[in-house]
């Protein structure tokens, strides 16, 4: 799998063989969204490719003001493939947005952030490559209600795999096979209900160029995962893109929905993105030394100090939702400890195990897919830059069950932890920002943080909950 096209004038070929009808100008805003742009193919020629479209920058949220909305999406041709869920033939392209009135690439567009991430890299001298590796989980649900009101909150999701379904009459009958609970983990069908959903999305990401190893049940009821190889910084950022994309219309087109919501549900797993990464020079993996601890060697050691030193911070753009800190809570798989560890799934760094230089990485644990690719894989990548700059040594390695500890032992080894709110995040980063700024401007990370206590803390804060109902009402 790979790229359809290698440029303009071999995309304009593609297009003419494919009888392309349509264009679809993809691109992405701070939250991770993605939006479009749809154009006849008529109306796309080697120039507007080359030199870019213009678009209303002011209908996106956290973007211009509407007396300078004027702005450009620049097709990156190479990431072009084919929709395989439009009724008529659509190719779609990644855009980069440029700004017009400072004459350069936009200072808030992600994917732009991301290249900038790339240039410092190769300036630092430190490598010409980062790979990222991202796992993104997902859950399947049959249907979801919720309502936001000012008398009245809730929400509802149903899958035939809860269990909370055992004793629901069906009209074809109650077969009862469910995974219940944390179960979930590798079970053959019928108790893994998703299998052939799944399968279809393996297709699917196939068709749009992904290079897909697996897919299997996660450990919560209703819960998938579908492994994807990793890529460059970028290149796998737009391919969260597309696996989220892909994931969700699957699900849609089956009569399902499909949610990447850190923890959708209480008391069973959430959904992560564990990251794999590694920095590459000339071919050769800096972060490999063989008879190390883990064969780390002590520019990945580095690495992993910078990541941690500044976690807290960093925690703003890989676990950027309210909901994220639901799911880091002792118990769930969902590391909240900064520490590393080789093989052991309890740390928020693991080590995976790995024979030989090619496979030697680290894997950060704690990011979720609410956070925009670009931006997430961004921070941990200037943070750890800054770590082997200044040598920040991690603390660790443990090899523990760390999850076993309680807050009180955690303390008392003086282990630091993940933020517990939003909140703290977007505090600590404010605190803690200058490994951010050789990249991220002063622009964007003001509007980055007002537009997360806008849209998340604030809100999020202001809204009684039925737990609070049910602990507090009768006091």
């Given at each position: 799998?790979?790229?359809?096209?290698?440029?303009?004038?071999?995309?304009?070929?593609?297009?003419?063989?494919?009888?392309?009808?349509?264009?679809?100008?993809?691109?992405?805003?701070?939250?991770?969204?993605?939006?479009?742009?749809?154009?006849?193919?008529?109306?796309?020629?080697?120039?507007?490719?080359?030199?870019?479209?213009?678009?209303?920058?002011?209908?996106?949220?956290?973007?211009?003001?509407?007396?300078?909305?004027?702005?450009?999406?620049?097709?990156?041709?190479?990431?072009?493939?084919?929709?395989?869920?439009?009724?008529?033939?659509?190719?779609?392209?990644?855009?980069?947005?440029?700004?017009?009135?400072?004459?350069?690439?936009?200072?808030?567009?992600?994917?732009?952030?991301?290249?900038?991430?790339?240039?410092?890299?190769?300036?630092?001298?430190?490598?010409?490559?980062?790979?990222?590796?991202?796992?993104?989980?997902?859950?399947?649900?049959?249907?979801?209600?919720?309502?936001?009101?000012?008398?009245?909150?809730?929400?509802?999701?149903?899958?035939?795999?809860?269990?909370?379904?055992?004793?629901?009459?069906?009209?074809?009958?109650?077969?009862?096979?469910?995974?219940?609970?944390?179960?979930?983990?590798?079970?053959?069908?019928?108790?893994?209900?998703?299998?052939?959903?799944?399968?279809?999305?393996?297709?699917?990401l196939e068709q749009v160029g992904l290079e897909v190893s697996l897919g299997h049940h996660e450990v919560a009821q209703a819960q998938g995962e579908i492994g994807v190889k990793f890529g460059t910084l970028v290149e796998a950022a737009d391919n969260v893109q597309k696996y989220k994309y892909v994931v969700k219309m699957v699900a849609h087109l089956n009569g399902k929905t499909a949610t990447f919501m850190p923890k959708p549900l209480h008391g069973d797993n959430g959904n992560g993105m564990h990251v794999h990464q590694s920095i590459w020079k000339k071919g050769k993996n800096t972060f490999y030394k063989e008879g190390e601890y883990a064969n780390l060697s002590e520019t990945a050691r580095h690495y992993i100090g910078g990541v941690l030193r500044h976690a807290q911070a960093v925690a703003a753009f890989t676990n950027p939702s309210t909901n994220s800190y639901k799911r880091l809570i002792p118990g769930f798989e969902a590391p909240s400890i900064l520490t590393y560890s080789s093989q052991n799934r309890s740390a928020s760094c693991r080590i995976p195990y790995g024979a030989g230089e090619a496979a030697t990485r680290i894997e950060m644990r704690f990011p979720d897919s609410t956070s925009c690719p670009y931006l997430a894989f961004t921070a941990m990548l200037l943070a750890g830059l800054d770590g082997i700059k200044n040598k920040f040594e991690p603390v660790g390695p443990m090899d523990e069950d760390l999850f076993e500890l309680s807050l009180d032992e955690i303390r008392e080894k003086g282990i630091p932890q993940m933020p517990h709110t939003l909140r703290e995040a977007l505090e600590a980063m404010i605190k803690d920002n200058d490994f951010l700024k050789p990249v991220m401007s002063d622009l964007f990370l003001t509007t980055f943080k007002d537009y997360k206590f806008e849209t998340q803390v604030w809100e999020d804060e202001a809204r009684p909950t039925a737990f609070e109902y049910m602990s507090t009402y009768s006091c």
């Open positions: 799998m790979g790229k359809f096209v290698k440029d303009v004038d071999d995309f304009l070929k593609y297009c003419k063989d494919n009888e392309v009808e349509f264009v679809d100008l993809r691109f992405t805003d701070i939250k991770g969204a993605w939006h479009h742009l749809t154009y006849r193919m008529s109306a796309i020629n080697k120039e507007n490719l080359t030199t870019g479209v213009p678009f209303d920058g002011s209908s996106i949220e956290a973007w211009q003001p509407i007396n300078k909305s004027d702005m450009i999406l620049k097709p990156d041709v190479e990431t072009a493939f084919l929709d395989p869920f439009t009724a008529d033939v659509t190719i779609v392209v990644f855009c980069d947005i440029y700004d017009i009135y400072k004459g350069e690439m936009y200072e808030k567009c992600p994917r732009s952030i991301a290249k900038k991430a790339l240039k410092h890299l190769e300036e630092t001298g430190v490598g010409d490559v980062a790979y990222f590796g991202p796992e993104n989980e997902f859950f399947i649900f049959d249907d979801v209600r919720f309502r936001d009101d000012i008398n009245s909150s809730y929400f509802r999701v149903d899958s035939e795999e809860g269990e909370w379904n055992s004793d629901t009459k069906y009209e074809h009958g109650n077969m009862a096979h469910r995974p219940r609970t944390k179960g979930g983990y590798f079970p053959v069908q019928p108790i893994d209900s998703m299998m052939d959903l799944r399968a279809e999305m393996i297709f699917m």
